[in-house]
Structures are given as structure tokens and as C-alpha cells.
């Protein structure tokens, strides 16, 4: 019953975050939870605790979908080693993960821009979370020479960025029977990111 209940205040949460940002209220999450703010306290003690187990979740539906081997779609011809491949999959299998869950990727992109994430989003660049697999990726890649921890932490952020303001497009832009298909974006914009590592 503990786990259900936490289950509907983190749905609710992300619907109110989503549509309000963080200026969504505890009053009006608990409402959208069916629950009272007594409880919504009980299981979450403060706000802050609220916004970051939402992030966690968020965090978590994006590494269980990253899954090396998974036929997705095939690596491009001109990604010849295959840490540039697992990079390739990362990309792809998370943005199917965005694409499937809206909300998710909205609250994603809303708790990286806010200051409270801040110290979230700098350790998941380096240490957890999804994005972790990609700084690993990158450290594997036999051209990356000695890993330096300020240019792979750079590389991870652009990946991030590059990644969110192309999934942005492609969950904003006006449906057009002529739009370039999604993994036609998805590989142009992947194939801008590897090309500015210089590599």
C-alpha cells in the first residue's frame, strides 16, 4: 500500500510540475494524488525531497531503458568502433524513452535547468545515472587519448544538450506530412554532437 500510494504522488507530481513547473504547490499535488497534504508530507517530508525522488524516477526510467545490445535501430556505417555504437544506442534508446513518456522527458529537461539541480545534474554527469554510461562510453573510445575529467565532463553536457534540444524539436514541431522522420533527426542531430568533439 506505502509503495502505491508514493506511486500516485509522484504521478501527481509530475503532472503538476509539468503544467505548472515548480511553482505547482504540495496543496495542489496532493489533490491530484488523492491524498491529503498530511500524507503527501508522510511519505515526502519537503518539497525539495518531492522534486528530487521525481528526478530519481525520472533518472531510472532512462537507465533501465539504456540496455547495450538492444536491437533498437542499427548503428550508422560511419560508426566504425564500438563505444562510438554503445554512445549511438544510448542516444537512440533514449530518446525512444522521451518520446514514449512526454512528461518524463518535460520534467527531465525542467529539474536540469533549475538551480536546486544543479549539484544532481554535475554528479549524474560523472557518476550516475544515464548519463554516466556515456561519460564511460567516451572514456572506452580508443581516440579519446588520456581521459581528461574537464573535457569529458563538456562532452557529457553537450551530449545532454544536444539530446534535449532535439527531442525538444521533435515533441514541438508542427506534425507536417513533409517532417524529416524522427530517427533521420535523431542521427543528424547525434552525428552534429560527435562531430563537434573533435575527435
Same mark, same amino acid.
Not at 520534467?107 to 554535475?122: H, I, K, S
Given at each position: 500500500?506505502?509503495?502505491?500510494?508514493?506511486?500516485?504522488? @509522484?504521478?501527481?507530481?509530475?503532472?503538476? $510540475?509539468?503544467?505548472?513547473?515548480?511553482?505547482? &504547490?504540495?496543496?495542489?499535488?496532493? /489533490?491530484?494524488?488523492?491524498?491529503?497534504?498530511? &500524507?503527501? $508530507?508522510?511519505?515526502? !517530508?519537503?518539497?525539495?525531497? @518531492?522534486?528530487?525522488?521525481? =528526478?530519481?524516477? %525520472?533518472?531510472?526510467?532512462?537507465?533501465?531503458?539504456?540496455?547495450?545490445? +538492444?536491437?533498437?535501430?542499427?548503428?550508422?556505417?560511419?560508426?566504425? /568502433?564500438?563505444?562510438?555504437?554503445?554512445?549511438?544506442?544510448?542516444?537512440?534508446?533514449?530518446?525512444?524513452?522521451?518520446?514514449?513518456?512526454?512528461?518524463? =522527458?518535460?520534467?527531465?529537461?525542467?529539474?536540469?535547468?533549475?538551480?536546486?539541480?544543479?549539484? %544532481?545534474?554535475? /554528479?549524474? #554527469?560523472?557518476?550516475?545515472?544515464?548519463?554516466?554510461?556515456?561519460?564511460?562510453?567516451?572514456?572506452?573510445?580508443?581516440?579519446?587519448?588520456?581521459?581528461?575529467?574537464?573535457?569529458? *565532463?563538456?562532452?557529457?553536457?553537450? =551530449?545532454?544538450?544536444?539530446?534535449?534540444?532535439?527531442? /525538444?524539436?521533435?515533441?514541438?514541431?508542427?506534425?507536417?506530412? &513533409?517532417?524529416? !522522420? *524522427?530517427? #533521420?533527426? +535523431?542521427?543528424?542531430? =547525434?552525428?552534429?554532437?560527435?562531430?563537434?568533439?573533435?575527435?
Amino acid at each position: 500500500m506505502k509503495k502505491v500510494i508514493s506511486h500516485q504522488i @509522484l504521478r501527481a507530481a509530475l503532472d503538476v $510540475f509539468t503544467t505548472e513547473g515548480f511553482a505547482g &504547490t504540495t496543496a495542489q499535488i496532493a /489533490h491530484a494524488a488523492g491524498v491529503g497534504t498530511g &500524507t503527501l $508530507f508522510r511519505y515526502f !517530508p519537503t518539497k525539495a525531497g @518531492l522534486t528530487a525522488a521525481l =528526478f530519481q524516477e %525520472v533518472e531510472q526510467g532512462l537507465e533501465n531503458r539504456l540496455v547495450p545490445g +538492444l536491437p533498437h535501430s542499427t548503428p550508422p556505417a560511419w560508426l566504425t /568502433h564500438a563505444s562510438q555504437g554503445r554512445l549511438w544506442q544510448y542516444w537512440m534508446q533514449a530518446a525512444q524513452q522521451a518520446l514514449t513518456y512526454p512528461a518524463a =522527458f518535460q520534467y527531465w529537461v525542467l529539474y536540469r535547468a533549475d538551480p536546486r539541480g544543479a549539484v %544532481v545534474r554535475t /554528479h549524474a #554527469a560523472n557518476r550516475v545515472g544515464w548519463l554516466a554510461r556515456v561519460a564511460h562510453a567516451l572514456t572506452e573510445y580508443q581516440d579519446w587519448g588520456q581521459p581528461d575529467p574537464a573535457r569529458q *565532463a563538456l562532452a557529457v553536457a553537450q =551530449f545532454a544538450g544536444q539530446w534535449e534540444a532535439t527531442l /525538444h524539436y521533435l515533441l514541438t514541431r508542427p506534425p507536417l506530412p &513533409t517532417a524529416e !522522420p *524522427a530517427p #533521420a533527426v +535523431l542521427e543528424r542531430a =547525434f552525428r552534429s554532437w560527435w562531430r563537434g568533439l573533435d575527435l
